[in-house]
Antibody, heavy 114, light 110 residues
């Protein structure tokens, strides 16, 4: 059974940093690209970033470029999102998702507030 | 960055048919945008219904279908059920592998 489990969310002050993790199981993680998607409270979905299977190709939404860094450790079947210079508008539930979005995690809430 | 547009809300009668659309600010939506459609119910993660314009997952109810219609991606629900009441999002892919979600359509079955 495919499982994606996010962790690392929490409350952080504006300008702070947070690192999200996504533990994958039930499929050959190293063979697939992965995505981060977020959803602000009461709002729609927003694609954040994608990374190819070997980390050769990385893409970001304009809203996070230069502040967020996606990475992965195929040996640990894990996906990461390093979030720096956080702003109030980054407050959201962050989901990791499989390359064709057939599997999603349950999400982890990031709240940026003083 | 491209803007993807969806109807903010639609209402369909039980057993009725409704079409949700997904447009792009850059022009006509084509199969090259690899349109996805997602269903999201309150408190749940999104669930993919349609990928690559018209392909269904094993869990996609047969009453849902995807297509291209009039320069937009379309999701048609034929024979609406009360459990289909949800928020629906489309996703388009653009050059540079950037992806953009639409703002979502709140579908009411009433």
């Amino acid at each position: 059974e495919v499982q994606l489990v996010e962790s690392g969310g929490g409350l952080v002050k504006p300008g702070g940093s947070l690192r999200l993790s996504c533990a994958a199981s039930g499929f050959t993680f190293s063979s697939y690209s992965m995505n981060w998607v977020r959803q602000a409270p009461g709002k729609g979905l927003e694609w954040v970033s994608s990374i190819s299977s070997s980390s050769s190709y990385i893409y970001y939404a304009d809203s996070v470029k230069g502040r967020f860094t996606i990475s992965r450790d195929n040996a640990k079947n894990s996906l990461y999102l390093q979030m720096n210079s956080l702003r109030a508008e980054d407050t959201a539930v962050y989901y990791c998702a499989s390359p064709v979005y057939d599997y999603w995690g349950q999400g982890t809430l990031v709240t940026v507030s003083s | 960055q491209a803007v993807v547009t969806q109807e903010p809300s639609l209402t369909v009668s039980p057993g009725g048919t409704v079409t949700l659309t997904c447009g792009s600010s850059t022009g006509a939506v084509t199969s090259g945008h690899y349109p996805y459609w997602f269903q999201q119910k309150p408190g749940q993660a999104p669930r993919t219904l349609i990928y690559d314009t018209s392909n269904k997952h094993s869990w996609t109810p047969a009453r849902f279908s995807g297509s291209l219609l009039g320069g937009k991606a379309a999701l048609t629900l034929s024979g609406a059920q009360p459990e289909d009441e949800a928020e629906y999002y489309c996703l388009l892919s653009y050059s540079g592998a950037r992806q953009v979600f639409g703002g979502g359509t709140k579908l009411t079955v009433l």
